[in-house]
């Protein structure tokens, strides 16, 4: 499958995510990055947003990114139905652009964080999800420090009546305050999902834990459709 | 040209964890008293014309969701 993996002034986990849509492709390389500045998505059938610091992350995380001309070939390529995935800065830059409901606050403690954590994944109906089960905890690395979902209540009671929400944090293990112990929503098409937990960074035996892979093969066979 | 102020606040109700870290330095510091503390941020700017302070304060400056603004003019 190929993928884009945008590349913001700021971005860091971008090569980690690109390696792992090869592996999750079988080890052939046919996704790129995608800098900034370009619009022409043509050829790619799926998003990966990634972790970093976006321009910065000056004003709010995700803020500026929002605007940047990549960002609307991105909104483009959602609204046809394309997958798009966020990870961490991805997923503030995709709330910040309004692909992805609620907003990300400073972690409840202040502290960044960096640590192994468990998810349950949630109900939502998203491609993403294919390859994992309602209620199935997966383990993957948590890697922020403005993680804190918030979603005013009847925003926050629309994402639960609609099951998007698409992974909580395993009970006892919400390391910064979101509500609901969200991790991670779908927009309702459940084309595109944001989480703050790094999946990109869980995808090889030597980390301890290859679960985040799942993501990464999930949209494989509904592919193609979009751009 | 219009000097301008616009004074970003975070949302009533929302756990402010900057203004909580604050606070909690502050009797370590012999500061007593004071509670409350809530951390915003001000954005001073030059503008031609107010007409689109307001657009740009909901698409860029604040989050609508989280953040409460408020513009105020300086002079004129």
């Known amino acids: 499958m190929k993928w884009g993996v945008l590349q913001f002034p700021g971005s860091c986990d971008e090569r980690d995510a690109l390696n792992a849509c090869q592996i999750a492709g079988g080890g052939v390389n046919e996704s790129r990055l995608v800098w900034h500045e370009e619009t022409d998505l043509s050829g790619l059938e799926g998003i990966v947003v990634p972790g970093g610091f976006s321009y910065g992350d000056y004003l709010r995380a995700g803020a500026i990114a929002r605007f940047s001309p990549a960002m609307t070939a991105v909104a483009e390529f959602a609204a046809a139905g394309g997958p798009v995935l966020g990870i961490c800065n991805g997923f503030q830059v995709l709330c910040e652009s309004g692909l992805l409901p609620g907003a990300l606050l400073t972690n409840e403690r202040t502290r960044f964080i960096c640590r192994q954590g468990e998810l349950v994944v949630g109900e939502a109906d998203s491609p993403f999800l294919a390859g994992l089960e309602a209620g199935q905890r997966i383990s993957i690395p948590f890697k922020h420090q403005s993680g804190r979902f918030f979603a005013p209540p009847d925003l926050l009671e629309e994402i639960e009546a609609k099951n998007q929400v698409a992974f909580r944090y395993a009970p006892g293990q919400n390391p910064n305050g979101s509500l609901n112990d969200i991790a991670g929503v779908t927009n309702e098409a459940g084309n595109v999902l944001g989480l703050m937990p790094h999946p990109e960074h869980a995808v090889e035996a030597f980390g301890g834990s290859t679960d985040g892979l799942a993501l990464f093969r999930g949209p494989a066979p509904a592919a193609g459709a979009a751009a | ?76």
Do not use: W
């Open chain 2, 1 to 76: 040209m219009i000097q301008a102020r616009v004074l970003i606040r975070p949302k009533e109700g929302i756990l402010d964890a900057q203004g909580k870290a604050v606070e909690g330095a502050l009797p370590a510091l012999g500061f007593e008293g004071i509670e409350h503390v809530r951390v915003g941020r001000i954005v001073e700017l030059q503008a031609a014309s107010a007409d689109r302070l307001e657009e740009l304060c909901e698409k860029l400056l604040a989050n609508p969701l989280i953040e409460d603004f408020e513009i105020e003019t300086v002079s004129e």
